[in-house]
Structures are given as structure tokens and as C-alpha cells.
């Protein structure tokens, strides 16, 4: 008997100590309605207008970044299919169902984690529940955290009782990665995609909190936090709960900083004036700096990018834009140092900080890859831009470089190529052509010179096309050629040797471009160029072991070694018997 009394003495102590336990922030100040939840109005307004309308479907898919509001939505559904006063938007909050599912005892809403329950014997375990009623409530509620970890043969199980559950049952899906629902599970549920919190509705949640909490918190503190979240109102209220662990009952940035490990917008930047100054000892003593303090390097790498990409967008969208995850001070920060650089730069530097943070996840030697790095990012802003080293070229005066006022160094410019003076190369070559004399053809006699070329004329014109287009050869055999026009033909009168040439592609696609009307080649043979030397008739056929000089003669009478004498020229010096030992 004294033992009974003596349990019964210490059950309320056990209560007294069991309710002194501390609950954290992201837990206490857990949305209980739709009303409570930040953001994802699309979300609300949907399930709302569906519970007025008993439009509850059987199965929903809940995606988004992590501590956005699934798992709390799901459950917030659950109270509003159970409530006594139900379904409703609004559900009491004071009844039986509503107390039992916010503390999470209640037997007909289950919450499965399917990280660790995520094989076929636990989907064969889930698919037999579901055939049971609800022990009181009125609806049965599968909520299952994780489902893209489930295996393929588990959601194989689970398919037809999500396609066709009893009409008691409703599944939530709750999932950071919804590309991995199969498509079969997906086509039998709506999905609702949730959002980042944005930066302001973030802030306000906070600031909110620490009101009722009793704490003082700066603004620029409160924006660290909702910067740390990125998004996540959970991350963002367990950075506020570890703050709020490490200073107290008042809270400031540089504390805040110092505690999650990021960098203050004055440390980062005194990278921006080392590149305004064009200084790389800065830089490295940067480094050095953050070395012997102990800091990350790989964490300020990130958060270099970051910066360097909050000042590009505050130089193109200016201070007030909602794109910068920051404090109106600190936006119009931003905006006064972007005002120092060009988007080009600006652009470059983020490209290159981006590189070097990704090269530091996997560098042996973190210093020595965030020094090259930034040394990299001074020389990258004493570029010039292409537009502008083009236009230079045609200056007779160099201009500076846009980064020449704001760094105040000397900067190397090009000199530009002198003015060219006298006649191009090509009008050079032809005027050496026209004064070179015929050459003597193989029968000894000369050549009739052929006639200059005449601006304007269809073998001027020709010429010019060919020459220009690197075509030397076809430009050759009509400067040697003569050229007219008659009505819708061009008739050429040239030597034989060159013949072939007019009848390759090049020539055709030559008349297209320059005449620009189709015309008809009419070709014949100029008979004041001397003919080709009269090579003997190709003998009767003779033995292997013939003489040599009867094989030359042979081979000298061939008709394609002639055609390829006549357009090469050259000299034969050897003729060999290819069946012949060598």
C-alpha cells in the first residue's frame, strides 16, 4: 500500500517536469490552419475550396524544397477531414480528432516514414490496413513522408489501392524529389508543388515569433537567419532558436554571423576594392587573413558567388528590386558598389567565382586554388572587351580602357595597325600579270599576250570574284582566256590546256554570284595560242620484256598522262614497268 501512495505523489511531479520540457521554435509555432501557413496560397485555396465543395479527392502529392509546409499541410488536411464540425476549412482546434492529430496520438491519421519503411513487405502491411474503417474519425489518413524513397516493387504493391482506395482513405505523399514518383503512382493523385518562402514573408514570420517570444531582434539579424534558410522556413527558424541559445534575449548581425560561419558584407567587400584598385597583394593578403582566422574556405568561396551575383543584379534592376535576398540597407549597399563596375565585369567575375567554388569541393590544397583564384578575378578586369578592341583597330588614337578611371593604373592598350596606303595586294597582283610577257609555248613559237583586263568588263569582273575567293587557278585561265556576253550565253575562247578548268564547280557557282542570271558556257579552243606538242600514236601492244624505250613512248602516249601534262606541265624523267621486278 505505501508503494501505491508513494506512484501516486509522484505522478504530478513527473507531469510538472514532463511539461517544463523545452519544445523548439520550428515545433511551437507549427501552422495549425491554413490561415497560419506562410506562402503557398495556391496550396490553401485549392484544398480549401475543395473541402467546401466535398470535392476530397483520395490521393495528393505534396513537392517542394524542404521545411516549405508539406508535412504540415498534410496534417492540417487531416484536421479539417476529422473535425467534429466537419470537414471544414476551420477546424476547432478544441475538439477530440484536433487535439489527437496535433500531438500525433491519434490511430486513424498514420504518418509513415518511408526512408526507413520503404520495401514491399511494409506496403503489403500498409495495403491491408487500409481495408479496416477508422476507429472513430471520419476519414483514414495515409500520410507518408519521403515517398520518393520507396522501391519500384513497393509502389508496384501499393498501385491499384491508391488507384481505387475504399472511400474512408486518404493518401498524402509528401516528397523533396517528385521527378521520382513513378508516373503511373502520379497520374492517380493531384500534385501540389510548394515554394520557397519568400525573403520578406520569411522576415515577418520571425519577427513575429520573437515578439512573442520576448526577444530583440535586429532587422540586418534577422535577415542572416532568412538568408541561412534559403527559403526553408524550418532552417531559418533553427538558425532563430540557435541565435536566440547564443545571445540571448537581444540578438545582432555580427553575432548571428559569427555563429553560422558567414561573412559580413564589409569583408566581402574587400574583394570588390582590391578589384576596384587592381591590387592582387590584397587579395592574397585576404587569404592570409582568412586562413589564420580559421575560416572556410570553400564557405567563402559561396558566398563570394552569392555576392557577386547580388551586385550584377542590383546593377541591372537597381536597389528596390525583390530579387536580393537582403535588407533595403543592404540592397542599397549593393547598389552603390555595382555602381563602380560594368555588367560585362560583373558578369565575368561571377563566372569566375562560380568556377572557383566548384573547383574548391574537390581541391587537395583549398589556399592555394582560392589565391589563383582571386588573383584571376584582378587580371579579368583588365580586359578589354571585344566590341571595344575591335573598334580600336580602326582608331588612329588608342582609347582607354572602361576599368581605367575606377582602378587609376595604366592600362596596356594595342596600338593601332598603321593606315594602309596604295594599291591592295590583289589590284597589285594583276597589274604584275598584265606587264609579264607571254611565255614561249612547247613548239617554240610565241603566244599572242593576252589582252588586259578592263575594269567593268565580264573578264574583269571574273577575275576579281575568283581572285578574292582564293581561286588562283580558275582566275589564271581567264585572265589567259577571252570573255563575252551574248544575250543569255558567255563564250570563252581559251587555250585547251585550260578547258578543265572552266568546267569545275568552282566556275559555275562564279558566274552565279557575279552575273546573278543563269547563263549558257559556250567553250571553244583559242586558236592564236600555239597547240600542244604532237606526242606519237600509242604503238601495238608488246611484250613484258619490251625495251625501254618502247615502254616510255607507251606511257608517253597515254591520253590521261598527256591531259595531265597539259595542265601541270613538268618533265617526266623515269618511266618504269610496273610488271617489271624491282
Known sequence: MPRITRGLA????????????????????????????????????????????????????????????????????????????????APCGVCASC????????????????????????????????????????????????????????????????????????FVLCTTEAHKI???????????????????DLMARMAWICAQEGIQAA??????????????????????????????????APAVRALLGSFSLE?????????????????????????????????????????????????????????????????ARF???????????????????????????FSLQPRFHLEIGLVRLVHAGRLLPIEQALADLGDTEPRPAPSAERTGLPVRVPAAPPLRTGPSPFEADRAKKAARPAEPQNSGANALAPAPLVPGDPRERLHAWLTEHGLTHVADAVENSRVALSGGDIVIQAPKSYHLYFKDRSFADALRQVFARPLNLKLTVDESAAPPVALPEPPAPASAAEPADEAAGRALANREVQRFREVFGGEVRRIRNLKEPT
Open 267 to 331: 569583408s566581402l567587400h574587400q574583394v570588390t576594392a582590391a578589384l576596384a584598385a587592381g591590387d592582387p597583394r590584397q587579395m592574397l593578403e585576404l587569404v592570409d587573413e582568412l586562413e589564420r582566422n580559421g575560416r572556410n574556405l570553400q564557405h567563402f568561396s559561396r558566398e563570394l558567388a552569392r555576392y557577386f551575383r547580388n551586385l550584377l543584379v542590383a546593377r541591372i534592376a537597381g536597389p528596390d528590386t525583390r530579387l536580393i535576398a537582403a535588407g533595403a540597407a543592404e540592397r
Open 99 to 170: 487535439l489527437e492529430i496535433t500531438a500525433g496520438g491519434t490511430v486513424d491519421v498514420i504518418e509513415i516514414d518511408a526512408a526507413s519503411n520503404r520495401g514491399i513487405n511494409e506496403m503489403r502491411e500498409l495495403r491491408e490496413n487500409v481495408r479496416y474503417r477508422p476507429a472513430r474519425d471520419r476519414y483514414k489518413v495515409f500520410i507518408i513522408d519521403e515517398a520518393h524513397q520507396i522501391t519500384s516493387e513497393a509502389f508496384n504493391a501499393l498501385l491499384k489501392t491508391i488507384e481505387e482506395p475504399p472511400e474512408w482513405v486518404v
Open 10 to 89: 509522484l505522478n504530478p511531479d513527473r507531469n510538472r517536469i514532463a511539461h517544463l520540457m523545452y519544445q523548439v521554435i520550428a515545433r511551437k509555432y507549427r501552422p495549425q490552419t491554413f490561415q497560419d501557413v506562410v506562402n503557398q496560397d495556391h496550396v490553401k485555396t485549392t484544398l480549401e475550396n475543395a473541402i467546401a465543395q466535398q470535392r476530397i479527392g483520395h490521393g495528393y502529392i505534396f513537392s517542394g524544397q524542404r521545411g516549405t509546409g508539406k508535412t504540415t499541410v498534410a496534417r492540417i488536411l487531416a484536421r479539417c477531414l476529422n473535425c467534429v464540425t466537419g470537414p471544414t476549412a
Open 219 to 252: 532587422p540586418d539579424a534577422l535577415a542572416v537567419l532568412a538568408q541561412a534558410g534559403e527559403g526553408s522556413v524550418r532552417d531559418s527558424l533553427s538558425a532563430l532558436d540557435q541565435a536566440i541559445a547564443a545571445c540571448g534575449l537581444r540578438i545582432e
Open 335 to 361: 547598389a552603390e558598389i555595382a555602381a563602380g563596375f560594368s555588367e560585362e565585369d560583373l558578369t565575368r567575375y561571377l563566372h569566375l567565382s562560380l568556377d572557383l567554388f566548384r573547383d574548391l569541393q
Open 182 to 200: 513513378p508516373a503511373t503512382i502520379a497520374s492517380r493523385c493531384q500534385h501540389f508543388s510548394f515554394r520557397s518562402v519568400d525573403f520578406d
